[in-house]
């Protein structure tokens, strides 16, 4: 199977095999000892290895990310026609250009650099020490302290000078520095939330693992970037850098970031307009030079075409479009990073996303108290609620959970009755821990932990008031209890307790025998309030919402079920790992939930969602979700998160909420909607004039337009539509994801834009029989003719396209839009009259070519209405 290209994250080869090795052997294998390696072999592997850093460093100059940049075809034509209208003497339009272009080139240049701090983020959380065992050969003198601060035992190292091989000791607040397997450790717990998603710390044992456990389920092994909760190991360092894990992850974010959708559409418009141009343009001199005679002329003119039709307002619009989409999401709590993923966002039809944090409230909450018939009872609660209190070890996530809820609930009244008296400390082989408590006239050993290891020490039970022994029948109602919470997704642990005489000596790990088993307390990571709303509100706007966590399948499904997001099937990350991308592509649709995901897996399904055609979205704030958010179109973070996921995600959430990622979606589909407007109108009006250019070339004695007419002209309208990102997008067009559909966009421009066409041959009748602009004398009243009337029905024409709606009267253009549109036709108006007009080449029009040319545009903009809206229905245009 071929995983190479969706499989950024690799923990290297060896962990899960050394893992099942006694630790004998695993220290052979490194060829390392348990006092550590010497300053020579730790120089020697430090050559072999390198530096055990995230990432190394990027290696591309700035230089060269820049020219990068500039290497696309929209940006060569531009700079192309910058260049033959300042060597034809535009330079006012050669300026123009030009600043467009410098300013799209700058937008991107500065959106990958981000790529590269992102990776800088994961190698600055790795700049602490560690502590290192090396140890001094016999045969060594000299310069003893070449390495570290101390020869022989511990010493403190930079991380980046550790290599496989080392010891190091771990305890409690430590980082942990490199992939280690443990030799020994004593209540060790590591928080692995970062990279896992798990809220809960999960205990690591020095322990021979199972043959083929996965690398990411190891018992006895931990992994760089997690830190230690609670507890003491002594470990020996197998993978660093690069190869760790947490080194993939900051290696699959460096380099480029692949197209989104949004860069793949743009990138085809641009081609279809550069093929249209080709023959276009190309046939325009041609035809000029031949009828005319004078080819110079006609290279002026087909170099003015050339410039009006390329869409040289495409990337200013885009970025206006784009900042005014950033400002008002930025109002809603949502930051945009990189502009460009606004649109993204709002063609989005798939969100992946965690469940912690996202569906949950990222806290763990005491659900259940129930006795061992499953009924709710106050006295395990009070029992918990001691227990967790007079514990004087570190308080765990659980501790506090209980300790909250009688807190809020005001449930309990029993702890100024009773005092402690003693305690047995929790440990890892027990895992269990017990208080001894006095008050009301008895002693009493309350003990909590693990459910299997309590009923270890049951051997009577209580429910209902009445005790009975433990034996088989009695045990297996019980675990049925334990089994029934279990598989309804909650954390659970038991309750037990024992009778003590007064004047009993201190307990100890002996006396926890005989216990009456008395209940269950059942923990959950709860659902956010109004995550159904906004599940709901995202599946209207044709959002289709993914779980992708590292969490298990059980917990996962209970938080899907509460918040009615529907589960047929769960896929979990060892089949994922056994599925080729063909058949892993084929199983992303049908699934809602993916369940213990590594964080390459978790790019992989993102990608495979990609391979089907979906805009894709992911959700994240760990360092694990890193290379899944640079794989989606648009990667969303939130405030809160790492350093790394913030520099990764292009929006960041002030607010981790699915309610204000649909408000951004919407702002989203309202910025392409307006981008959509012009991408229409500019293509449907460009391929409509070359008809008119064409047919008039062929047939007038003189070019149909000067030069600087079709640049005015071209410029006048550019401004028109400057005031395009103002207006309001039709609620319709809100509902469904939006995407670019060059298809669709082809079928406008040659179904639309002939339209214009029969009304500019109506235009040069007009000019030719009625006003008998016939000869070269005559041209310029031609040329006025219809420079007014081009620039009056384009300019008119934004009003019929921008919307499906009946313009004018069940859909009006925004105050800002009407404003230029109507000003720039008034202009077109007053020109032919004004002291501009000889040096434009224009003359005072007849007064009865006004009723004429009222006409003309009335029909043009009725017809036009009427396809458009049949367009719509018949090809479910938006």
Known sequence: MNHAAATPVETGPGLSALAALPAEQVLAALDTRVEGLSPVQARQRLAQFGPNQASPPGTRSLLVQLLHKVANPLNF?????????????????????????????????????RSDRAAAALRAMVHTTATVLRHQEASTSGNANAVGTQVGGLQELPIAQLVPGDVVHLSAGDLIPADVLLLSARDFFVNEAALTGESLPVEKYALVESPGVDAMALRNACYMGTHVASGSATAVVVHTGARAVFGGIAQAMTGERGPSSFDTGLNRFTWLMLRFMAVMVPLVFVINGLTKGDWLEALLFATAVAVGLTPEMLPMLVTVNLAKGALTMSRK??????????????????????????????????????????????????????????????????????????????????????????????????????????????????????????FAAC????????????????????????????????????????????????????????????????????????????????????VTVKILTGDNEIVTNKICREVALPVEHTLLGAEIEAMDDPQLQQAVNQTRVFAKLSPAQKARVIGALRARGHVVGYLGDGINDGPALKAADVGVSVDTAVDIA???????????????????????????????????????????????????SAWLPFLPMAPIQVLTNNLLYDISQSAIPSDEVDREELMQPRRWEIGNIARFMVLVGPISSVFDYATFALMFYVFKAQAPEQAALFHTGWFVESLLSQTLIIH????????????????????????????????????LAS????????????????????????????????????????
């Not at 569906?359 to 227990?387: C, H, M």
């Not at 765990?396 to 402690?420: I, N, W």
């Not at 269990?432 to 309590?454: F, P």
């Not at 499906?804 to 032919?832: E, N």
Request: charged share 20%; hydrophobic share 45%.
């Open 77 to 113: 034509l531009l700079f192309g026609l910058s260049l033959v209208s300042l060597l034809t003497g535009n330079s006012e339009s050669a300026i123009i250009i030009f600043l467009m272009v410098v300013l799209s080139i700058s937008l991107g240049f500065v959106q990958e650099r």
């Open 333 to 454: 709590k949502v930051i945009v990073k990189r502009l460009q993923a606004i649109q993204n966002f709002g063609a989005m039809d798939v969100l992946c996303t965690d469940k912690t944090g996202t569906l949950t409230q990222d806290r763990i909450i005491l659900e259940k108290y129930v006795d061992l018939d499953g009924q709710p009872s106050d006295w395990v609660l009070d029992f918990a609620y001691l227990n967790s209190y007079y514990q004087s070890g570190l308080r765990s996530q659980l501790d506090q959970a209980v300790l909250k809820y009688t807190e809020v609930h005001e449930k309990l009244h029993e702890q100024g009755q009773y005092q402690k008296v003693d305690e047995i400390p929790f440990d890892f082989q027990r895992r269990r821990m017990s208080v001894v408590v006095e008050g009301q006239g008895q002693r009493l050993l309350i003990c909590k932990g693990a459910v299997e290891e309590v």
């Open 459 to 542: 051997t009577q039970a209580e429910s209902s008031g009445l005790r009975f022994a433990l034996d088989d029948s009695h045990l297996a109602r019980v675990q049925a209890t334990s089994r029934a919470l279990n598989e309804d997704g909650f954390r659970v642990i038991a309750i037990a307790y024992k009778p003590l005489p007064e004047g009993q000596p201190p307990v100890s790990v002996a006396d926890e025998a005989d216990l009456v088993l008395l209940g269950f307390i059942a923990f959950l990571d709860p659902p956010k309030e109004g995550v159904r709303e906004a599940l709901s509100a995202l599946s209207r706007h044709g």
């Open 646 to 696: 913030k520099e990764s995600a292009d929006i960041i959430l002030l607010k981790k909420s699915l309610m204000v990622l649909n408000d951004g979606v919407i702002e989203g589909r309202k910025v392409f909607g307006n981008l959509l407007k012009y991408i229409r109108m500019g293509a449907s009006s460009n391929f409509g004039n070359m008809f008119s250019v064409l047919g008039a």
């Open 800 to 835: 019929i396209i921008r919307t499906g709606r009946l313009p004018f009267v069940q859909s009006r253009a925004s105050k800002a839009l009407l404003g230029t549109t109507l000003g720039v036709c008034a202009l077109g108006v007053v020109l032919p009259y004004s002291p």
């Open 839 to 878: 040096s434009l080449g224009l003359v005072a029009l007849p007064w009865g070519y006004w009723p004429a040319l009222a006409a003309i545009l009335v029909g043009y903009l009725a017809l036009t209405t009427l396809l458009t809206r049949w367009l719509r229905r018949r090809f479910a245009l938006m």
